[in-house]
């Protein structure tokens, strides 16, 4: 190893991060030390800070900086739908379905889905919450946003069996082929479900 | 702005790193937030930590946390060869030429290359220092390793004329093919340097 210590220690954290190989690390690590001090700090900062401050949302189990989220305080305030509950698994999810612009309900985070292979049941998810929210605030709609694979439909079958007795609105994202792509290199569950749900124009 | 602003700020700051987009810098942050927070801790303080402790070498001016780089300090207990000097733009060619395996002797890094156009001239590089270097340390053989393009090879001309009169062994990388390729994709300036410096098996 000819590298100093503290950057090798660098690479080697960067290095662990999703997505980033050796040559990325080492790239932003070149960067880094070719920054002003202030600058490199700045990110050192904002790291530490975003543990520090980030916490769930006693609402809907987003990450917030109060009691409630950003989309949560929203809510409240009437800017958003409240009788419109989307349902999903992770917060990264509400980031892509926020990027649409489509939808100004608000949310509920399962915290994953139920998938017995690796031990997460009903339980662990955050389900009774979900539960208690339908019951008080008077839900019109849930959109069950879970992921189109076996956890997330598994996870959406359970919830619509569970709510429907509740007389709320159950609905799913639609399947079907991805806007832009090609039928030849749609794969043929996608393609099957596009032709299942077919629509009459 | 849907996002908590401590979570918006890391991801304003990941972005701002070389090759991370707005997707990548999503999936870090993410990443992250799920994370202990000592691990999360590691990372920033190893951040920090290189900006504190890393300074450039006193002998050839890679990156070092003491006086002497690894290499040098290497060299100075007779592991490396001392006569042989490699000199190189940026301390992040020394990691390249490391790699290989090849090369045993000691480096030397400019801080960049000769170019007009950019304003930086021979004075703006370690030149001076390599020159006393040369003089102090009998050195027997000065190789070459600037980039093979316009500034490189203007920094590796003006430096083999102002080195060859001091009776110093002046050398450069070579140029050609790239192993592995092929020679319908090779670029013709490549190609044609392979051919000039065609060699008899």
């Known amino acids: 190893m000819t590298q100093a210590s503290s950057i090798q220690r660098l690479l080697n954290e960067f290095e662990r991060l999703p997505g980033i190989g050796p040559k990325s690390a080492q ?17 050192a900062e904002a790291i530490i800070d975003v543990k520090d401050t980030v916490r769930f949302c ?10 409630l989220c ?9 800017k ?35 998938s017995p292979m690796d031990g997460i049941g009903p339980d ?29 439909e598994t996870t959406a079958i359970y919830l619509s069996r569970l709510i429907k007795p509740l007389e709320v609105k159950v609905t799913r994202l639609a399947s079907g082929l991805p806007v832009g792509g090609d039928l030849e290199f749609a794969d043929e569950i996608s393609l099957g479900r596009a032709i299942e749900s077919r629509y009459e124009l």
Not at 70 to 78: E, L, M, R, Y
Not at 97 to 113: K, P, Q
Request: a negative charge; charged letters at 25%; proline letters at 3%.
């Open 80 to 114: 958003r739908d409240a009788a419109l509950i989307c349902v999903v698994s992770e917060p990264r999810d509400i980031t892509a379905i926020e990027r649409t612009g489509e939808f100004n309900g608000s949310y509920h985070v399962l915290g994953g889905a139920i």
């Open 27 to 43: 790239r932003i690590v070149y960067w880094l030390l070719n920054r002003d001090p202030s600058q490199v700090k700045n990110l």
């Open 58 to 67: 006693n609402r809907c189990f987003n990450y917030a900086e109060g009691e």
């Open 124 to 152: 662990d998810l955050t389900i009774k919450e979900l539960l208690h929210r339908l019951d008080a605030e008077k839900t019109a709609e849930v959109l069950l946003a879970t992921n189109p694979n076996v956890e997330g």
């Open 70 to 78: 950003k989309i949560c305080a929203d809510t409240q305030i009437g």
